[in-house]
């Protein structure tokens, strides 16, 4: 009876749209919309050149690193694998910031990046 019920939920859509709204919402609920305005320059800046970056060290050391193992694999798919894995979970990067006891600035630049990222 489970297989049956399981084999008619469409993962393709249920993970990807139904899912990730619901992680996105409760990382929003603890966001501080005043003090994520008093941070924008910060969170746009890490938004745009910090996943780019992200994305250009992660695919660069990925293309180096398969090249040396002699696997063949494009610059430019090792740069979508490190666009793809770049940006940070927000419901994580929240409660380790909440259990280091970080400044509420620095919670709050991680945060507004890690939702508009996802």
Do not use: Y
Not at 13 to 31: E, K
Not at 54 to 64: D, E, N, R
Not at 72 to 89: E, K, M, N, V, Y
Request: proline letters at 5%; a neutral charge.
């Amino acid at each position: 009876m489970p297989r049956i019920f399981l084999s008619r939920i469409g993962f393709n859509q249920t993970v990807p749209h139904d899912t990730l709204v619901f992680l996105l919402f409760a990382g929003a609920l603890h966001v501080n919309l005043s003090e994520l305005a008093r941070q924008q320059r910060a969170v746009i800046l890490l938004v745009t050149l910090g996943v780019v970056l992200s994305a250009f060290i992660i695919g660069g050391v990925l293309w180096l690193v398969l090249a040396w193992l002699n696997i063949p694999l494009s610059f430019i798919c090792c740069l979508i694998s490190g666009a793809l894995i770049s940006p940070t979970d927000p419901i994580a990067v929240l409660a380790m910031l909440k259990g280091f006891g970080a400044p509420k600035a620095l919670e709050m630049k991680i945060a507004g990046e890690s939702l508009f990222n996802d």
